[in-house]
């Protein structure tokens, strides 16, 4: 952070996203940090508050972990599932968002339309998968395309396809949640990606990946991160371990002050409202966040 113009008092509040828990990934240690948070961990991000900076002032925050990552597999007996009468995972993850669009009807249609008769969950979100592969094309280069260019053009990048599956999901009345973070290739070079997982009453999250599903990898790594031979068929229900989640589903976060001036990040390595906030007499600054930077692979 550079401050270009200010007057005391005032803060800039970061809202610095951690890596994220889950099955594939866990035993996450920080390894070191060179500034203390405001909080330490809220919704899966730590509050920093740089206060009362002064013009010229330069602040700069430092965080390491070491993390266990996983390839996470599954194998579904799908004829077996029992869809729970009352489940409070449907109840807070079929709701529409701005960025999941589930309540649109041209969502709604095209989820109908492309399932048909079919009501088993499993098979349901399966149809959307093999849908999206097979009728979209995904292009990184687009970057703004939205989940309606799926309908209009057959064509989106990376971000919009995962939030086209969870939303085609989320129609259905599947859970569906986007997931954020990094690809790591054999060079430990980390390029930022999406992917999703659904729920299954009695089994939990499935991991999909359409967009690797789909063959798609970004420039920067197509030479050095090896898709498995039947990528679309594995990337429905598994996932490799060559990547780093920093968000699952969207982190809502609320302002520290409603005057607040607040910066929305939206295409990024998490998928939450808020990355920063300035409050008080601090008129103009620059941020520069950085990627992923992978210092070792054991």
């Given at each position: 952070?550079q401050?270009?113009?200010?007057?005391v008092?005032?803060?800039?509040?970061?809202?610095?996203p951690?890596?994220q828990?889950?099955?594939?990934?866990?035993?996450i240690?920080?390894?070191?940090?060179?500034?203390?948070?405001?909080?330490?961990?809220h919704?899966?991000?730590?509050?920093?508050?740089?206060?009362?900076?002064?013009?010229?002032?330069?602040?700069?925050?430092?965080l390491?972990?070491?993390?266990?990552?996983?390839?996470?597999e599954?194998?579904?007996?799908?004829?077996?599932l029992?869809?729970?009468?009352?489940?409070?995972?449907?109840?807070?993850?079929t709701?529409?968002?701005?960025r999941?669009?589930?309540?649109?009807?041209?969502?709604?249609?095209?989820?109908?339309?492309?399932?048909?008769?079919?009501?088993?969950?499993?098979?349901?979100?399966?149809?959307?998968?093999?849908?999206?592969l097979?009728?979209?094309?995904?292009?990184?280069e687009?970057?703004?395309?939205?989940?309606?260019?799926?309908?209009?053009?057959?064509?989106?990048?990376?971000?919009?396809?995962?939030?086209?599956?969870?939303?085609?999901?989320?129609?259905l009345?599947?859970?569906?949640?986007?997931?954020?973070?990094?690809?790591?290739?054999?060079?430990?070079?980390?390029?930022?990606?999406?992917?999703?997982?659904?729920?299954?009453?009695?089994?939990?999250?499935?991991?999909?990946?359409?967009?690797l599903?789909?063959g798609?990898?970004?420039e920067?790594?197509?030479?050095?991160?090896?898709?498995?031979?039947?990528?679309a068929?594995y990337?429905f229900?598994n996932?490799?371990?060559?990547?780093?989640?920093f968000?699952?589903?969207?982190?809502?976060?609320?302002?520290m002050?409603?005057?607040?001036?607040?910066?929305?990040?939206?295409?990024?390595?998490s998928?939450?409202?808020?990355?920063?906030?300035?409050?008080?007499?601090?008129?103009?600054?620059?941020?520069?966040?950085?990627?992923l930077?992978?210092?070792?692979?054991?």
């Amino acid at each position: 952070v550079q401050v270009l113009k200010s007057t005391v008092p005032n803060s800039l509040y970061l809202w610095v996203p951690l890596p994220q828990q889950s099955a594939a990934q866990g035993n996450i240690q920080q390894l070191s940090r060179n500034k203390e948070p405001f909080i330490e961990n809220h919704l899966g991000t730590s509050l920093y508050q740089l206060k009362d900076l002064i013009e010229n002032q330069n602040e700069t925050i430092r965080l390491s972990y070491l993390i266990e990552v996983y390839a996470v597999e599954t194998s579904v007996r799908y004829q077996a599932l029992k869809e729970a009468a009352a489940s409070p995972i449907k109840a807070a993850y079929t709701v529409p968002t701005q960025r999941i669009p589930a309540d649109d009807d041209r969502i709604k249609e095209k989820a109908a339309s492309i399932t048909g008769r079919e009501r088993n969950p499993y098979l349901r979100a399966r149809h959307l998968y093999r849908w999206i592969l097979s009728d979209i094309a995904i292009k990184p280069e687009l970057k703004e395309a939205s989940v309606f260019d799926a309908l209009d053009t057959g064509e989106v990048d990376p971000y919009a396809a995962v939030m086209l599956f969870c939303s085609l999901a989320r129609a259905l009345d599947i859970p569906a949640i986007p997931i954020s973070g990094f690809l790591i290739d054999k060079n430990r070079n980390a390029v930022r990606h999406y992917w999703a997982e659904f729920w299954l009453d009695g089994l939990g999250w499935i991991p999909v990946d359409p967009v690797l599903g789909s063959g798609i990898l970004p420039e920067t790594v197509k030479d050095t991160f090896k898709l498995p031979q039947d990528a679309a068929q594995y990337y429905f229900g598994n996932t490799d371990n060559q990547r780093v989640a920093f968000s699952r589903g969207q982190i809502q976060l609320s302002q520290m002050d409603p005057r607040g001036r607040i910066l929305f990040r939206e295409r990024d390595y998490s998928l939450q409202n808020l990355w920063e906030e300035a409050t008080g007499g601090l008129e103009s600054y620059s941020s520069l966040w950085s990627d992923l930077q992978v210092t070792g692979v054991y």
